[in-house]
T-cell receptor, first 110, second 112 residues
Framework: RKEVEQDPGPFNVPEGATVAFNCTYS??????FFWYRQDCRKEPKLLMS???SGNEDGRFTAQLNRASQYISLLIRDSKLSDSATYLC???????????FGRGTSLIVHP | NAGVTQTPKFQVLKTGQSMTLQCAQD?????MYWYRQDPGMGLRLIYY???????DKGEVPNGYNVSRLNKREFSLRLESAAPSQTSVYFC???????????FGPGTRLLVL
């Protein structure tokens, strides 16, 4: 079974800060991974996909390091609204069973 | 499009009672999933349906049954609820095993 590990945090940062999370995984040949965002008492929602070439969307950058088996999420110029839990996901591939990390909590304060 | 819908939003059961959680998606997705989420445990897969007509166990299937009624609908049944099944239940769907999952708003279940 694939294992996915995340630092639960919380990461407590001021507005405008840059913050980065890592997620380590094992035993995956997947070509793509995902970062989801989950607000308190809400469902997870896709934040961005992560490919071998990386992915950037505005203030968010995701990278994949296949050799070291981790994916990262960088958030620049943090906003109060970025406060949430960030989940990394390794797709199931042929098994259809994706593996979710337990999430990293981010708190952005004024 | 409504995406993924779930009913009910909240439910309180007594130990031993049964209930069915309903899930429907309007995105024409092949695959559907049921998860539970407990504090500190993350999302755990209960059952999934790779395509219409098939269902398979996930990590924590004991105490649950599922039915893939048609391509749109995937229900989760608790035959005899136990306090250990107190949790938040999420349904999700995706186009396939490597594709993005879309989640419903969740059902909060309390078993007394």
């Amino acid at each position: 079974r694939k294992e996915v590990e995340q630092d639960p945090g919380p990461f407590n940062v001021p507005e405008g800060a840059t913050v980065a999370f890592n997620c380590t995984y094992s035993n995956s040949a997947s070509q793509s991974f995902f970062w989801y965002r989950q607000d308190c008492r809400k469902e997870p929602k896709l934040l961005m996909s992560v490919y071998s070439s990386g992915n950037e969307d505005g203030r968010f950058t995701a990278q994949l390091n296949r050799a070291s088996q981790y994916i990262s999420l960088l958030i620049r110029d943090s906003k109060l609204s970025d406060s949430a839990t960030y989940l990394c996901v390794v797709p199931g591939g042929g098994s259809y069973i994706p593996t979710f990390g337990r999430g990293t909590s981010l708190i952005v304060h004024p | 499009n409504a995406g993924v819908t779930q009913t009910p939003k909240f439910q309180v059961l007594k130990t031993g009672q049964s209930m069915t959680l309903q899930c429907a998606q309007d995105m024409n997705h092949n695959s559907m999933y049921w998860y539970r989420q407990d504090p500190g445990m993350g999302l755990r897969l209960i059952y999934y349906s790779a395509s219409e007509g098939t269902t398979d166990k996930g990590e924590v299937p004991n105490g649950y049954n599922v039915s893939r009624l048609n391509k749109r609908e995937f229900s989760l049944r608790l035959e005899s609820a136990a306090p250990s099944q107190t949790s938040v239940y999420f349904c999700a769907s995706s186009g396939g095993s490597t594709e993005t999952q879309y989640f419903g708003p969740g059902t909060r279940l309390l078993v007394l």
